[in-house]
T-cell receptor
Framework: TQLLEQSPQFLSIQEGENLTVYCNSS?????LQWYRQEPGEGPVLLVT?????EVKKLKRLTFQFGDARKDSSLHITAAQPGDTGLYLC?????????????FGQGTILTVHP | SQTIHQWPATLVQPVGSPLSLECTVE??????LYWYRQAAGRGLQLLFY??????ISSEVPQNLSASRPQDRQFILSSKKLLLSDSGFYLC???????????????FGNGTRLTVT
């Protein structure tokens, strides 16, 4: 069974601060996705990374896939209250996994104005 | 793009009663469909997935079952609910098998089930 360990579980910061969320596994993933979820709604995809060492930027968010494709990180620069939410990483093993995703336990981010 | 419709948004059911949650998909033919359960706003646990009509795979033993009577319809059921079935249930879809290698999931807005 593939597991994704996500840290930290909770993050409470002031507006303008930077933060990093980590997603680690002992297994290799063919791709890794990051989702953001708000209360009472389903998760929404932020990004997919598929190549070891890949870095993707989405405005103030920077996503990195580890060289060995076992880990990933999400870095937010100058966090804003609108960034508040649950951040989930999810990996797929590819092949015959039919797109099944293994999710991390999530990071609850609160950005205070 | 794919849109997932899921209802009801909230449901309160007594222990021992039956359950039927429905999920429908717009925008994609032959999607892969998934039922997830999420506990207390944390990670998602995959319950069932389906790659086609009548094809259901269960990921964890439980008191629930799933069915896919039509290409774009996915149903989560139980004959007798347990207290432990309470949770937030999410339906999700992705592209057909051939293109779903790394395709993202599109989620519905979930059903908050409380078993009393």
């Amino acid at each position: 069974t593939q597991l994704l360990e996500q840290s930290p579980q909770f993050l409470s910061i002031q507006e303008g601060e930077n933060l990093t969320v980590y997603c680690n596994s002992s297994s290799v993933f063919s791709s890794l996705q990051w989702y953001r979820q708000e209360p009472g709604e389903g998760p929404v995809l932020l990004v997919t990374v598929v190549t070891g060492g890949e870095v993707k930027k989405l405005k103030r968010l920077t996503f990195q896939f580890g060289d060995a494709r076992k880990d990933s990180s999400l870095h937010i620069t100058a966090a804003q209250p609108g960034d508040t939410g649950l951040y989930l990483c999810a990996g797929t093993a590819g092949g015959t996994s039919y797109g099944k995703l293994t999710f991390g336990q999530g990071t609850i981010l609160t950005v205070h104005p | 793009s794919q849109t997932i419709h899921q209802w009801p948004a909230t449901l309160v059911q007594p222990v021992g009663s039956p359950l039927s949650l429905e999920c429908t998909v717009e925008g994609t033919s032959n999607p892969n469909l998934y039922w997830y359960r999420q506990a207390a706003g944390r990670g998602l646990q995959l319950l069932f997935y389906s790659v086609g009509i009548g094809q259901i795979s269960s990921e964890v033993p439980q008191n629930l079952s799933a069915s896919r009577p039509q290409d774009r319809q996915f149903i989560l059921s139980s004959k007798k609910l347990l207290l432990s079935d309470s949770g937030f249930y999410l339906c999700a879809g992705s592209g057909p098998l051939a293109s779903s290698y790394n395709s993202p999931l599109h989620f519905g807005n979930g059903t908050r089930l409380t078993v009393t």
